[in-house]
T-cell receptor, first 123, second 110 residues
Framework: QLQLQQSGPRLVKPSETLSLTCTVSGGSIDSGGHYWGWIRQPPGKGLEWIGSISWTANTYYNSSLKSRVSISVDTSKTQFSLRLNSLTAADTAEYYC??????FGVGGAFDVWAQGTMVTVSS | QSALTQPASVSGSPGQSITISCTGTNSDVGKYNLVSWYQHHPGTAPKLIILEGSKRPSGVSSRFSGSKSGNTASLAISGLQTEDEADYYCSSYAGSSSLVFGGGTKLTVL
């Protein structure tokens, strides 16, 4: 059964860069036509799509974050990663990685989710 | 990409049925049959309950159903149970390889 496990810091300073990694186990990251995404939820607010990456490393970002975000994939390690720079308090959120189901790329539903990482941006 | 519009809260009694709406535009919900619904209990990972507007993943109760009319998608839950109390989010493909979520709806089972 496919599982996703996130890793990364829980506290980051303003203006610094957040780096989170999502490790895929129980399946392959580069087969099946799946895309892989990052979603966040600020405290008391709704879910926000950050961006996604295909198994061929094509990237797609939320236009509101595009200037600050980068997603990459390392198929040898079955991992994909998020980098978000120039952090402010507004980036404080629960961050999730997830898998899009097949066939519809970024339009595919997120059918497998990691447990999430609460990231606080504070000095 | 503007967030899809959902009611902030809905409520119902055990055994009743409720509907949660998700309103977008003719560039997202109205244009594509790619609306998903997620159930989110705080402190856990969101769970996919409806994909492609009306399809249920394996293992999801038939009490959950999805539909769409124009620019509005809807999630219906029949036979409410206490464990259905959660936050519910819709999402839709919005074209140009982008995705948008709704603001979320808190379901209270009275």
């Amino acid at each position: 059964q496919l599982q996703l496990q996130q890793s990364g810091p829980r506290l980051v300073k303003p203006s610094e860069t957040l780096s989170l990694t999502c490790t895929v186990s129980g399946g392959s990251i580069d087969s099946g036509g799946h895309y892989w995404g990052w979603i966040r939820q600020p405290p008391g607010k709704g879910l926000e799509w950050i961006g996604s990456i295909s198994w061929t490393a094509n990237t797609y970002y939320n236009s509101s974050l595009k200037s600050r975000v980068s997603i990459s994939v390392d198929t040898s390690k079955t991992q994909f990663s998020l980098r978000l720079n120039s952090l402010t308090a507004a980036d404080t959120a629960e961050y999730y990685c997830a898998r899009h189901d097949s066939y519809f790329g970024v339009g595919g539903a997120f059918d497998v989710w990691a447990q999430g990482t609460m990231v606080t941006v504070s000095s | 990409q503007s967030a899809l519009t959902q009611p902030a809260s809905v409520s119902g009694s055990p055994g009743q049925s409720i509907t949660i709406s998700c309103t977008g535009t003719n560039s997202d919900v109205g244009k594509y049959n790619l609306v998903s619904w997620y159930q989110h209990h705080p402190g856990t990972a969101p769970k996919l309950i409806i994909l492609e507007g009306s399809k249920r993943p394996s293992g999801v109760s038939s009490r959950f159903s999805g539909s769409k009319s124009g620019n509005t998608a809807s999630l219906a839950i029949s036979g409410l149970q206490t464990e259905d109390e959660a936050d519910y989010y819709c999402s839709s493909y919005a074209g140009s390889s982008s995705l948008v979520f709704g603001g979320g709806t808190k379901l209270t089972v009275l």
